[in-house]
């Protein structure tokens, strides 16, 4: 097991090598927070301490951590075939683990495409709805419509239909012919609201007004994430994401729902389609697939698309696009292990059974310090708070690091707190993790 020296260094070697992801690396490496290992609800850190999870990793671990099903799964699988193409190839994981996927699915969404990441899901979804659109003599449909504060990985797809500044400023031109929708928050008009705000000035009218301004058949497909978490949990309003798809059905554009963080029980259904009783044409996964045991993402496809595109006595290739790892073995016996679990401990609806308790625990942070604004639905939680005047996110992460210091993993988004612990949560967990953050809160007080 590896330690931390007091200058911040592995006892492998120093940290200058690794440049971490989304991460102040100057910072991190002057003082890093690092976890060894994991079991249940609860990382260990390099200090021994016990960090209760409250966040399932990256939004990725719903059954918890150290699940023996999905390393055995994993172990036997690279034993047994490490790795085979699925270019003009095949093995029996993918299809199998696709076969099941579709079985948990929104009806009609059978079709399964792999990739490595939730990015590459969307980058994925973004071009066969352009090469769907081409397929049924509508080439002129290139335009793609995303959402102000929307994140849909890092991909160049992603960040041009992404709404998050930081994350396209200094990435030059981006794809053009995208549009984006207004984001849906309104804290003075539906501040602690306890799960679908009702708010809503009609959102998703603002849809019509992009069609009138470039005409429907110019546009291929909207994507939005139907409930919004790294931009700090953005709720839809009731009806929106209906009135959305009644909007892309009237005018011929494909509606993608990026379901990357909302797949796999993380609001009490599957997916969230099912949750709010909307149909996509395609949905965006990763995450949860794999547990996060194994990096794989999958797009769910309608059967229509893919009749579409995929003529049953053509000898050509239909879709020009793939990754070497699509459909990779190890990551499917590691999502097939996933799925086994999720059925056998109901971890599908778990959120739905957990989400009043979750609620009340939410919302027991009101009047706290530097409380603006609680948002909750399934076993999501967006904690805003006051930022500090000229020092956007630093009282944010000033309690991410106290947080972590007294025992908990929080995730922070600007000012922004987002909760997602595993689906195996236990009520006792719900407690200590809000006792903790309250308590935080109540004693964090900034300085430079
Ligand atoms: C909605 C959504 N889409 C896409 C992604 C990107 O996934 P990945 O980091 O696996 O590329 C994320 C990651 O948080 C996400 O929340």
Same mark, same amino acid.
């Given at each position: 097991?590896?330690?931390?020296?007091?200058?911040?260094?592995?006892?492998?070697?120093?940290?200058? #090598?690794?440049?971490?992801?989304?991460?102040?690396?100057?910072?991190?490496?002057?003082?890093?927070?690092?976890?060894?290992?994991?079991?249940?609800?609860?990382?260990?850190?390099?200090?021994?301490?016990? $960090?209760?999870?409250?966040?399932?990793?990256?939004?990725?671990? @719903? &059954?918890?951590?150290?699940?023996?099903?999905?390393?055995?799964?994993?172990?036997?699988?690279?034993? @047994?075939?490490?790795? #085979?193409?699925?270019?003009?190839?095949?093995?029996? =994981?993918?299809?199998?683990? &696709?076969?099941?996927?579709?079985?948990?699915?929104?009806?009609?969404?059978?079709?399964?495409?792999?990739?490595?990441?939730?990015?590459?899901?969307?980058?994925?979804?973004?071009?066969?709805?352009?090469?769907?659109?081409?397929?049924?003599?509508?080439?002129?449909?290139?335009?793609?419509?995303?959402?102000?504060?929307?994140?849909?990985?890092?991909?160049?797809?992603?960040?041009?239909?992404?709404?998050?500044?930081?994350? +396209?400023? *200094?990435?030059?031109?981006? !794809?053009?012919?995208?549009?984006?929708?207004?984001? *849906?928050?309104?804290?003075?008009?539906?501040?602690?609201?306890?799960?679908?705000?009702?708010?809503?000035?009609?959102?998703?009218?603002?849809?019509?007004?992009?069609?009138?301004?470039?005409?429907?058949?110019? $546009?291929?497909?909207?994507?939005?994430?139907?409930?919004?978490?790294?931009?700090?949990?953005?709720?839809?309003?009731?009806?929106?994401?209906?009135?959305? +798809?009644?909007?892309?059905?009237?005018?011929?554009?494909? =509606?993608?729902?990026?379901?990357?963080?909302?797949?796999?029980?993380?609001?009490?259904?599957?997916?969230?389609?099912?949750?709010?009783?909307?149909?996509?044409?395609?949905?965006?996964? /990763?995450?949860? !697939?794999?547990?996060?045991?194994?990096?794989?993402? #999958?797009?769910?496809?309608?059967?229509?698309?893919?009749?579409?595109?995929?003529?049953?006595?053509?000898?050509?290739?239909?879709?020009?696009?793939?990754?070497?790892?699509?459909?990779?073995?190890?990551?499917?016996? &590691?999502?097939?292990?996933?799925?086994?679990?999720?059925?056998n401990e109901n971890l599908y609806t778990r959120a739905a059974e957990l989400s009043d308790y979750w609620e009340? /625990?939410?919302?027991? !942070?009101?009047? !706290?310090?530097?409380?603006?604004?609680?948002?909750?639905?399934? =076993? $999501?939680?967006?904690?805003?708070?006051?930022?500090?005047?000229?020092?956007?996110?630093?009282?944010?992460?000033?309690?991410?690091?106290?947080?972590?210091?007294?025992? #908990?993993?929080?995730?922070?988004?600007?000012?922004?707190? /987002?909760?997602?612990?595993?689906?195996?949560?236990?009520?006792?967990? $719900?407690?200590?993790?809000?006792? =903790?953050?309250?308590?935080?809160?109540?004693?964090?007080?900034?300085?430079?």
């Amino acid at each position: 097991m590896q330690g931390i020296n007091k200058q911040g260094t592995t006892s492998s070697g120093n940290m200058d #090598a690794f440049w971490m992801p989304f991460t102040a690396n100057s910072q991190f490496k002057s003082a890093p927070r690092m976890l060894v290992s994991a079991e249940g609800m609860y990382y260990t850190s390099e200090d021994k301490r016990k $960090i209760l999870d409250g966040t399932a990793g990256l939004w990725c671990c @719903n &059954a918890g951590h150290g699940r023996h099903e999905i390393s055995e799964a994993v172990a036997s699988q690279i034993h @047994n075939l490490d790795f #085979a193409p699925t270019f003009q190839m095949g093995h029996p =994981l993918p299809f199998e683990f &696709a076969e099941s996927l579709s079985e948990i699915a929104p009806s009609g969404l059978n079709r399964v495409f792999f990739t490595n990441s939730g990015s590459e899901s969307v980058d994925t979804a973004l071009k066969i709805a352009l090469a769907y659109q081409r397929c049924i003599g509508q080439g002129t449909r290139t335009r793609l419509i995303g959402r102000e504060r929307g994140y849909h990985g890092v991909g160049f797809g992603g960040i041009s239909v992404g709404g998050i500044v930081n994350n +396209r400023k *200094t990435f030059g031109s981006l !794809l053009t012919g995208v549009d984006h929708l207004p984001h *849906t928050l309104s804290i003075e008009n539906s501040g602690f609201s306890k799960g679908l705000p009702d708010y809503d000035p009609g959102w998703a009218e603002s849809l019509n007004n992009i069609v009138t301004l470039h005409d429907a058949s110019n $546009i291929a497909a909207v994507i939005v994430e139907p409930i919004a978490g790294s931009t700090g949990v953005i709720l839809p309003p009731k009806g929106y994401l209906k009135r959305l +798809r009644e909007i892309c059905t009237q005018h011929g554009i494909l =509606l993608i729902f990026d379901e990357v963080i909302t797949g796999f029980g993380r609001i009490g259904s599957p997916f969230a389609a099912q949750e709010f009783d909307v149909k996509p044409d395609i949905i965006t996964t /990763a995450k949860g !697939l794999t547990n996060g045991a194994i990096p794989m993402g #999958a797009v769910f496809v309608s059967d229509e698309i893919y009749q579409a595109m995929v003529a049953p006595d053509s000898q050509a290739i239909e879709l020009f696009h793939g990754y070497t790892y699509s459909g990779h073995p190890v990551a499917a016996a &590691a999502g097939l292990a996933t799925l086994d679990i999720y059925r056998n401990e109901n971890l599908y609806t778990r959120a739905a059974e957990l989400s009043d308790y979750w609620e009340q /625990a939410v919302h027991s !942070l009101k009047g !706290l310090p530097h409380v603006k604004d609680l948002r909750n639905y399934g =076993l $999501i939680a967006g904690i805003e708070l006051e930022g500090i005047a000229g020092k956007p996110g630093s009282r944010a992460f000033q309690v991410f690091t106290k947080c972590f210091e007294k025992g #908990a993993l929080i995730r922070v988004t600007g000012d922004i707190i /987002a909760l997602s612990p595993p689906l195996i949560i236990e009520k006792q967990h $719900i407690d200590d993790l809000f006792t =903790l953050i309250a308590d935080v809160l109540q004693n964090i007080d900034y300085k430079e």
